[in-house]
């Protein structure tokens, strides 16, 4: 059993710009557990959710069914805005899923996001994550290979920057030009790059470390010349990543986390800079390496060495004008 570990600067705050909402039936996180892990010591303001393929309708076109999350996510961010549940606000902002390969034809599930969203609406995560391998688990979204650079993919892209919505890649790092293509191809579209782009370590990338580093590396660095990129800090974590925290008997410490995910971590800073960078939760699925008190210990030790102006953006700002929170 792990000890509980003291706060590192409890007073500094936080928007975390990247959790989930489920309910099913072996895992189930709901206003009640973000709530819990929110208020466990950590100064989180408000928080930011991104789809999930939970809560889609159970009836009607099917490509309005994800219309569905954004409703009931939108019903948990005025149950938080009451104040019923605490100061913390809750999915302040809503990225929905959309599919983008309907091309023209998405124009009607966007305009229904947004109406189901009100104002918190403010982006699209259509997931790309594909691998030959089948070791490497695809995203959700079943996406075919090379997504993001199909002409129907980005017929339907080419209408986000029309209602002023953001994108959410996610893809593996294998994939990282691709993404740098479509964000060069749509500038003024904000790209928004999930989980520091998805540096594998399972399946063919196991005990390759070093080398898929510098494959990450050096596709990350062209991606960073676009400056309508901002990258998400977090998501290393997940059990594809390959660090196996998720296998011990004895959580990670937050001083483990911090060592392990550093490197990954300081390159995207040095990249992006403190002014497009943020850290993120990516609550509940990382909770397979560690709780949300030790995840954000562990983010606070990596940017120990940051004026008290970069820690703003990191924690909080970047977040804030992304997602454009009041």
Same mark, same amino acid.
């Given at each position: 059993?792990?000890?509980?570990?003291?706060?590192?600067?409890?007073?500094?705050?936080?928007?975390?710009?990247?959790?989930?909402?489920?309910?099913?039936?072996?895992?189930?996180?709901?206003?009640?557990?973000?709530?819990?892990?929110?208020?466990?010591?950590?100064?989180?303001?408000?928080?930011?959710?991104?789809?999930?393929?939970?809560?889609?309708? #159970?009836?009607?076109?099917?490509?309005?069914?994800?219309?569905?999350?954004?409703?009931?996510?939108?019903?948990?961010?005025?149950?938080?805005?009451?104040?019923?549940?605490?100061?913390?606000?809750?999915?302040?902002?809503?990225?929905?899923?959309?599919?983008?390969?309907?091309?023209?034809?998405?124009?009607?599930?966007?305009?229904?996001?947004?109406?189901?969203?009100?104002?918190?609406?403010?982006?699209?995560?259509?997931?790309?994550?594909?691998?030959?391998?089948?070791?490497?688990?695809?995203?959700?979204?079943?996406?075919?290979?090379?997504?993001?650079?199909?002409?129907?993919?980005?017929?339907?892209?080419?209408?986000?920057?029309?209602?002023?919505?953001?994108?959410? #890649?996610?893809?593996?790092?294998?994939?990282?030009?691709?993404?740098?293509?479509?964000?060069?191809?749509?500038?003024?579209?904000?790209?928004?790059?999930?989980?520091?782009?998805?540096?594998?370590?399972?399946?063919?990338?196991?005990?390759?470390?070093?080398?898929?580093?510098?494959?990450?590396?050096?596709?990350?660095?062209?991606?960073?010349?676009?400056?309508?990129?901002?990258?998400?800090?977090?998501?290393?974590?997940?059990?594809?990543?390959?660090?196996?925290?998720?296998?011990?008997?004895?959580?990670?410490?937050?001083?483990?986390?911090?060592?392990?995910?550093?490197?990954?971590?300081?390159?995207?800073?040095?990249?992006?800079?403190?002014?497009?960078?943020?850290?993120?939760?990516?609550?509940?699925?990382?909770?397979?390496?560690?709780?949300?008190?030790?995840?954000?210990?562990?983010?606070?030790?990596? #940017?120990?060495?940051?004026?008290?102006?970069?820690?703003?953006?990191?924690?909080?700002?970047?977040?804030?004008?992304?997602?454009?929170?009041?």
């Amino acid at each position: 059993m792990q000890q509980v570990e003291a706060i590192l600067e409890p007073d500094l705050p936080i928007c975390d710009p990247h959790h989930h909402l489920w309910d099913y039936p072996a895992s189930r996180y709901l206003i009640e557990e973000l709530n819990a892990d929110t208020g466990s010591g950590h100064r989180i303001e408000s928080t930011v959710f991104v789809e999930c393929n939970s809560f889609y309708r #159970a009836q009607g076109p099917r490509a309005l069914a994800p219309v569905g999350e954004t409703e009931a996510v939108n019903g948990v961010a005025a149950m938080s805005a009451s104040g019923r549940y605490g100061e913390m606000r809750a999915c302040a902002a809503i990225v929905g899923f959309a599919d983008l390969s309907l091309g023209a034809a998405v124009e009607p599930v966007l305009e229904a996001h947004i109406r189901a969203g009100g104002d918190r609406f403010r982006g699209v995560r259509h997931a790309g994550a594909w691998d030959a391998s089948e070791a490497v688990r695809n995203a959700h979204t079943n996406p075919p290979k090379g997504l993001y650079g199909s002409a129907a993919f980005r017929e339907g892209y080419a209408r986000l920057a029309d209602h002023g919505l953001s994108f959410e #890649a996610w893809q593996f790092h294998p994939q990282l030009p691709e993404v740098t293509d479509l964000a060069r191809a749509f500038p003024e579209t904000v790209l928004v790059l999930d989980h520091v782009g998805g540096p594998l370590g399972i399946g063919p990338y196991e005990g390759r470390r070093a080398e898929v580093f510098e494959i990450w590396k050096a596709d990350l660095t062209e991606l960073a010349k676009s400056p309508n990129v901002v990258v998400k800090l977090g998501g290393l974590g997940m059990a594809i990543c390959g660090f196996g925290f998720h296998k011990r008997e004895t959580p990670a410490s937050s001083q483990e986390l911090a060592q392990a995910w550093r490197p990954y971590i300081e390159t995207c800073i040095e990249l992006f800079g403190a002014e497009r960078c943020m850290f993120e939760s990516n609550f509940p699925v990382d909770q397979v390496s560690c709780d949300y008190r030790t995840l954000w210990n562990a983010l606070k030790r990596l #940017a120990a060495g940051a004026s008290t102006e970069e820690k703003a953006l990191l924690f909080r700002d970047v977040a804030r004008r992304t997602y454009r929170l009041a």
